[in-house]
């Protein structure tokens, strides 16, 4: 069957990988992919946002399947439109997509289904918003309603920064995106991600992982879309995910379909496992990044045939494999992320990176330049390993990253932290 991935990050790299190693893959393209992902599938440099360049694509290539990576491509309707054009595709359509793309939809989602979260009131007015702020005192949350590149939300301290947080987006801080605010709850606890593939109507949990946001060693710095995870998370236990499963999962699945707005991807949960068991802390439509490259590295079983049963409706009795094994990625960024930063730094070593046993290196922004790998993102590889534990598979990524001669790159040395001194604690 001939595919085409939708993207250019760690993320679809590593879905492209997986995708690759099918054998009911005949021919794979990723429109517009980068210099790692050109090994994996034919790069085409389509603009995604162009949905009448991607089905023209289609059409002329006879594609049989599109596989969407990013969020903005979901919430602008991609799916929608190649599936009017007669084309199948992996992944929510916009209005399912909503889970994502308005933090008030999947608020008020959760409320009318009992789905445990964080308790919330949603504004358009930013004295209302304020009144209520003093009324439940700090630390409070307040976020954008729609995206803003992960950086709509303001986890609050203090009363004097939630009543800054307001102003900055009713100010215009996000454009449309803060127009609306919703303010909420501040939940205390261990976050993880949860992943499960949805046809619909039946959910398939997939793993878990945890991510580490902040740019530096010791969760300190700036909030970023993510330097690192590994799979699974230890706080994440069978009974926490089975949770997950019957207490979000399903219901939300129930609430969309009798919305008429089916779900059918895959659903990311964020989980803030608290006191009181799990609650969502929000919802994405989409595979994480950089949790997919592990949750790849993990899975056993060909990816295909699950995802072609999200579109397919198929997903009930489906099952699969993964590997008994940990995996962790470490991402390595240019210097001066999540601010500025330069393009077009050499990139030496990757080979020799590639050789550590248990490794595997998925790129984001990389591009070839004369026969060269240079940097061309913030986020611009992902060191990925699979290890016995989290112990072995942070030391292998780590040994990987060693070998990459990078002077412009940076990395966090501390990835897994919190799953090392657990199995420190262990043993
Ligand atoms: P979000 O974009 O909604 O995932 O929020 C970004 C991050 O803010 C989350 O990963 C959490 O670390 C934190 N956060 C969001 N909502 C809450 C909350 N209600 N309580 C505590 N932390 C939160
Ligand atoms: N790693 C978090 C995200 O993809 O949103």
Same mark, same amino acid.
């Given at each position: ?7 250019? +990050?760690?993320?679809?790299?590593? =879905? ?29 440099? #389509? ?21 969407? +990576? ?140 945890? @991510? ?19 799979? *699974? ?15 979000? #999962? ?25 006191? @009181?068991?799990?609650? =969502? ?38 099952? =699969? ?16 992320? *999540? ?7 050499? #990139? ?16 984001? +922004? ?11 993102? +913030? ?49």
């Amino acid at each position: 069957m001939k595919i085409l991935v939708l993207g250019s +990050g760690g993320r679809e790299h590593a =879905l492209a990988w997986k995708i690759a190693a099918s054998p009911l893959v005949e021919k794979l393209w990723c429109a517009p992919g980068n210099a790692g992902i050109a090994r994996d599938a034919e790069c085409v440099p #389509i603009d995604i946002a162009d949905h009448a360049a991607v089905i023209d694509f289609c059409k002329r290539n006879a594609v049989d399947f599109v596989v969407v +990576g990013p969020d903005a491509a979901i919430a602008a309707g991609v799916v929608d439109d190649l599936n009017a054009a007669g084309f199948k595709a992996f992944g929510p359509t916009r209005a399912a997509g909503r889970l994502e793309s308005s933090k008030n939809f999947t608020k008020a989602l959760c409320r009318a289904n009992n789905i445990p979260t964080a308790a919330y009131e949603h504004f358009t007015d930013a004295e209302q918003a304020k009144a209520y702020i003093r009324k439940q005192g700090a630390p409070i949350v307040v976020k954008a309603d729609g995206l803003a590149a992960g950086k709509g939300v303001v986890v609050a301290m203090t009363e004097a920064e939630a009543l800054a947080a307001v102003d900055m987006m009713f100010g215009g801080a996000f454009g449309a995106s803060g127009a609306e605010v919703v303010v909420e709850e501040f939940m205390q606890g261990e976050e993880a991600s949860f992943f499960a593939l949805c046809d619909g109507e039946h959910a398939l949990e997939l793993a878990t992982a945890q @991510d580490h946001k902040r740019a530096f060693d010791g969760d300190e710095g700036p909030n970023t879309g993510g330097m690192g995870a590994y799979s *699974p998370a230890p706080v994440m236990t069978e009974a926490m995910c089975a949770r997950v499963m019957d207490e979000m #999962i399903r219901p939300t699945l129930r609430a969309l379909k009798a919305m008429g707005t089916p779900y059918k991807g895959v659903i990311f949960a964020g989980i803030m496992v608290t006191k @009181d068991g799990p609650k =969502l802390v929000e919802y994405n439509a989409r595979f994480g990044d950089p949790e997919c490259q592990v949750l790849m590295l993990r899975m056993m079983s060909d990816i295909v045939p699950a995802l072609l049963a999200c579109a397919d409706g198929q997903l009930k009795n489906f099952n =699969l494999r993964w590997f008994d094994d940990a995996a962790l990625t470490v991402i390595m960024a240019t210097k001066g992320y *999540p601010g500025d930063y330069g393009r077009g730094s050499v #990139i030496g070593g990757l080979d020799e990176a590639a050789k550590v046993e248990g490794v595997e290196i998925f790129h984001a +922004g990389t591009a070839a330049k004369d026969g060269r790998i240079v940097a061309n993102g +913030g986020r611009v590889l992902n060191v990925c390993a699979l290890g016995r534990n989290v112990t072995e598979a942070q030391a292998r990524a780590y040994q990987a990253v060693d070998r990459i001669n990078w002077p412009e790159g940076f990395c966090r040395r501390d990835i897994g932290w919190q799953a090392v001194a657990r199995e420190k604690a262990k043993a």
